[in-house]
């Protein structure tokens, strides 16, 4: 029994752990935030090879199959094989296929197809799956109003979505982190001056704001436009509430020993700013920058689903959502429509239980 | 504490003012305005044009504008909306009384629900009452508005037991008079959007109830109650339940305000005809005057609502109250 504790206790020739190191240690201990992070690696990681995961492009109509139902590829002996889809004429009943088993076509890997660009810069024609026979279609998640593959539109639709949340972030927290530190280090009218326009912006409700902004450009703007456009949005409000609380944190950290040290070299104040009193909100910040980004995420949702967000025909989450309602009798008829809705709720709640995490972890005092 | 809600109160008007010229400058920086769409229309000629323009003060510069409407607007005039063609006040006072309806029905879905859910979760802590609680709060924290308001659309679309749209049924448009058939279709119209309203806020409002009352039943006072013999139920009901409540009342004015800006997606979603839809029909269409009063009227309420949130606060807490 002796031996063991003493086993376990830290010989005394160890080195000090960083708090780095503290913080890695603590956040493995949270299975649920690991969760979250493995599903936001998966999610982002096909998100980047969309076009290669992706068997369709995402505007690839199939004519011949609107509303076509979810297709499983299902083994045959140990090969995965994907049935014959026939189009069915009834009378009185549209959208009918009749999915034949007994005619079946194996499943392929590293087939050519469609042309993409892969990570938007080579041109590629390899995908991962397919069949390369548009009798024998792969549609995971079916397709929509216009024969579109919904499991490739829901990839490239990712691409977006999940990223404006990335830039958004990286935009709103530059920008509210160098304003915050800056109002918080000189104060006085400097100071004053950007509270008031802080709490100008936030005193506004959000989506009136949005919204009003969004309406300062043309409604029909390219999809490049509008993505650069809704970030640029979504960050002029969100600078705001982050530039507050560094300041907050700003106005105690210019009085350390350290802060008045570097003063006394004669470094700049931007170089203070930046180099000495910023650096010391980063555990803040990472954690407000996780569980602030389905707030970009959701952003881009409510302007594609309100219809001045992304355009047709390109794919996000929120433009899916609004062509799934925009027709519900269609919605009840094809509920795999509704696969963007699930989308968003897992990236959500990923994001949410990954910045739960590291909030508990960044945490010294627990 | 008086001049300090004084103060408050003074310090409403300088963001309101600015907030109205924020969003004048943005409306002027529009493409077009609210006549382009009749430049095509062959049967309006180029005078009439400029004429229904100049009448608009829409031939000036923004500034000139903002002076013109702050004018009337000190007088309490808000002018003639350009689409509907009645004054903007009382457009807004029928929308904006439609969320209020709709603001103040999920209000008291959440608190009369999450109250009484967040006591009974604390008091059997660890049971599997505190366990279902726990997971309904993590399901309504972590399900986004929008999403919970398509769902209960689809609902309401599939089962057919609710409508999917509007305050009320098509059959009492233009009907004065009010019976008891019309408030019931009226409420049945607003049960799903305020149930999905109130989901978020409830789920928040019982964690900190639960939170706050487990926190009480820890102190010394309470032990002490419990020593000289109490029942359990007038412990909780008298002496911890007062306390825990007290940081509840800040939830109260800003979930009021929440309430507020988290009804405009709602709005849209179930087309209810309140400020939030009004706002965007009239950033559609253009209408300037209707846009700068409905975000100031917004701006408005959500001030309100904080500045409430400081009264019950004053109210509740003689801290609070006498510190000048």
Redesign the interface.
């Known amino acids: 029994m002796s031996e063991s504790i003493s086993s376990t206790n830290p010989s005394p020739t160890r080195q000090p752990r960083t708090p780095w190191q503290l913080f890695w240690h603590r956040l493995r201990q949270r299975r649920i935030a690991l969760v979250g992070g493995v599903i936001l690696v998966v999610l982002y990681g096909t998100a980047l090879l969309a076009g290669f995961v992706a068997p369709h492009n995402y505007d690839r109509e199939d004519r011949t199959r609107f509303f076509h139902p979810p297709v499983r590829p299902h083994f045959e002996g140990l090969r995965l094989v994907v049935p014959r889809s026939v189009p069915l004429e009834i009378e009185g009943k549209q959208f009918a296929y009749k999915l034949d088993r007994e005619d079946s076509m194996p499943l392929r890997f590293f087939v050519t197809g469609d042309e993409y660009k892969l990570i938007g810069l080579i041109p590629a024609r390899l995908h991962f799956f397919g069949t390369a026979d548009a009798n024998y279609p792969v549609h995971l998640l079916g397709t929509d109003q216009l024969g579109r593959d919904v499991f490739s539109r829901l990839l490239y639709g990712s691409q977006i979505s999940l990223s404006i949340g990335l830039v958004g972030i990286a935009l709103t927290f530059t920008i509210g982190m160098l304003v915050g530190g800056i109002s918080g280090y000189y104060g006085g009218l400097v100071d004053n001056g950007i509270m008031r326009l802080c709490?100008?912006i936030m005193?506004?409700?959000?989506?009136?704001?949005i919204?009003?902004?969004?309406?300062?450009?043309?409604p029909d703007l390219s999809s490049t436009r509008v993505y650069l456009l809704i970030v640029v949005i979504l960050s002029f409000i969100g600078w705001a509430s982050m530039a507050r609380v560094i300041r907050g944190m700003t106005l105690s950290l210019r009085e350390r020993q350290y802060v008045l040290a570097a003063r006394a070299l004669g470094q700049s104040d931007l170089r203070i700013i930046i180099r000495h009193i910023l650096p010391n909100t980063f555990s803040y910040v990472i954690v407000a920058a996780t569980l602030s980004v389905?707030y970009y995420i959701?952003g881009e949702?409510?302007l594609s689903?309100?219809a001045v967000g992304i355009q047709e025909p390109q794919a996000s989450w929120g433009l899916m959502?609004k062509d799934a309602?925009s027709n519900?009798q269609h919605?009840?008829q094809f509920p795999w429509l509704?696969a963007p809705?699930a989308a968003?709720?897992v990236t959500?709640?990923a994001f949410?239980f990954l910045g739960d995490g590291l909030r508990d972890a960044a945490d010294t005092k627990a | 504490m008086w001049t300090y809600l004084f103060q408050r109160l003074l310090h409403m008007i300088p963001?309101l003012i600015?907030?109205s010229l924020?969003?004048f400058l943005?409306?002027s920086?529009?493409?077009g305005d609210y006549y382009s769409k009749l430049e095509n229309n062959p049967q309006i000629t180029k005078e009439k044009l400029t004429q229904l323009r100049a009448k608009a003060h829409l031939d000036r510069p923004w500034y000139v504008r903002y002076g013109y409407w702050m004018k009337d607007a000190l007088r309490g005039d808000l002018g003639y909306s350009l689409e509907y063609k009645i004054p903007v006040s009382e457009l807004i006072v029928m929308r904006l009384w439609n969320t209020f309806v709709l603001a103040l029905a999920a209000l008291l879905i959440a608190w009369l629900v999450a109250l009484p859910l967040g006591i009974w979760a604390a008091v059997r802590k660890d049971s599997w009452v505190d366990r279902g609680c726990a997971m309904i709060a993590f399901l309504g924290?972590?399900?986004?508005e929008?999403?919970l308001g398509?769902?209960a659309?689809?609902f309401a679309?599939?089962s057919g037991w609710f409508p999917?749209s509007g305050v009320e049924s098509n059959r009492y448009i233009g009907v004065e008079d009010w019976d008891a058939a019309r408030v019931l279709n009226r409420l049945h119209h607003l049960t799903l959007p305020a149930l999905v309203l109130a989901a978020s806020s409830l789920a928040g409002i019982m964690r900190q109830m639960r939170s706050n009352l487990l926190d009480t039943l820890r102190a010394d006072y309470v032990t002490a109650a419990r020593a000289r013999g109490l029942s359990e139920g007038w412990v909780v009901g008298k002496h911890a339940l007062r306390n825990a409540i007290n940081p509840l009342l800040t939830i109260f004015g800003y979930s009021l305000?929440g309430l507020?800006?988290g009804a405009?997606?709602i709005e849209?979603i179930f087309s209810w005809p309140g400020l939030?839809r009004l706002?965007?029909e009239a950033?559609?269409s253009?209408d300037y005057r209707l846009?700068v009063a409905?975000?100031v009227m917004?701006?408005g309420?959500?001030?309100v609502g904080n500045f409430i949130a400081d009264l019950l606060l004053a109210w509740s807490d003689p801290r609070i109250r006498l510190r000048e």
């Open positions: 709490e100008l005193s506004v409700p959000g989506l009136y704001l919204l009003t902004l969004r309406a300062t450009f043309p389905p959701l949702v409510i689903y309100l959502l309602y519900y919605l009840q509704l809705g968003i709720f959500v709640l949410n | 963001i600015g907030v924020l969003t943005l409306m920086l529009t493409p924290l972590s399900i986004p929008i999403l398509l769902m659309l689809l679309y599939a999917v305000a507020l800006s405009f997606i849209n939030g706002t965007l950033l559609t253009q846009v409905t975000v917004a701006t309420l959500l001030m």
